[in-house]
């Protein structure tokens, strides 16, 4: 009746989310949490990356599948440039689609001038000679910002940024959730049946960690082949050694707790153990290295991106960027390589941050 007493006192409170004062634990984790300002302002910057990535063709100026709408004319403009359009033959809009874009619907013609000449429109156009055109052939004249420039096929850098971010969160979501499911079961199960179940994991572990990263993401983006998903697989059967070290450890320390003894003692089966018991009392630790794995799954993922072995073109990442202009970074376009450059720090560096401030606020210490 002991252990049934101890687990009936200890663990229904631990259940509760409460401490021994009463106190809801997640108030006291947040408390913590937001008073610390890097860790606010980290979070603050994750969620405008992922605001700006899950609306995606919606807010990007270029709305065009891949942001892939081209003008030669209008090529390598600095930030800030603007240019005048004319609308030729519109067409009906087809439905938007906020995961795939939709095409541009008529011509887009980047013009210097144009006139009204009774029936008809007399165009002069940025490259090639002046023209007119049939007045109703026009659909509309408007002028364009390019607030970060334009690349050297005239693409619209900020659009492809934003579609980019795309890329680099959801390799960082999906690879991580492919880590935990690995590292969360591969550790636990090995810490809590011990002896050679223990003994066969954790020599795998070794195999895997002694291998190093990037040489094994590049073997499985070969083995798997080029592409969006396969980029993910790859990086996600990378990122649970951490994890799984991490669980390991924390399941052997919880393991001789009373509240496991008393669950044990109660006749309850491992998987419920496991699951209902010590995972909820080990998720702190395993929510850090998750957070601070994720920046590594965004750097992996840039540089198979940079090498050419990541997501392929036309779709936009900022690895893929980076290779493709960083020959401008001794021009005049400099700002090319350094925007997606940037943007690679700054997701990351959230994450390091966040992941330092759930480690701090998570501390019962």
Sequence with gaps: MRLRDIFDKRYRRMASGRDEA????????????????????SLVVIALFAAVAVLGYLITPDHTPDCNQQYLELASLPPGSKATFVYLDATQPPRRSMLHGWPLGCTAVPVVSCTVESDSVRIVPVSGAPYSV???????????????????????????????????????????????????????????????????????????????????VIAITFALGKGFWQVFV???????????????????????????????????????????????????????????NFASAILLEAGLSFLGIGVQPPTPSWGSMVKEYYGYILLDSAYMPLLPGLAIMLIVLAFMLLANGLRDALDVR
């Design 234 to 292: 790859a990086v996600g059967l990378t990122m649970w050694v951490d994890i799984a070290r991490v669980t390991r450890g924390q399941v052997l320390a919880a393991k001789e707790k009373e509240y496991v003894q008393a669950a044990q003692a109660l006749g309850y089966g491992t998987g419920r153990v496991i699951v209902r018991h010590i995972l909820p009392n080990i998720a702190g630790p395993v929510v850090v290295v998750a957070a601070s």
């Design 22 to 41: 009463g106190r809801p634990l997640s108030s006291q984790v947040w408390h913590r949490f937001a008073h610390n300002p890097l860790s606010v302002a």
């Design 134 to 216: 049939e007045a109703r052939r026009v659909a509309s004249v408007r002028e364009r910002t390019f607030v970060l420039g334009t690349d050297n096929y005239g693409r619209d850098m900020l659009s492809m940024l934003m579609i980019g971010s795309r890329v680099s969160l959801s390799v960082g979501f999906i690879a991580i959730f492919i880590a935990l499911v690995i590292g969360i079961t591969l550790g636990a199960i090995a810490a809590y049946r011990g002896g050679w179940v223990d003994s066969v994991v954790m020599w795998f572990i070794n195999v895997v960690w002694s291998i190093p990263t990037v040489l094994l």
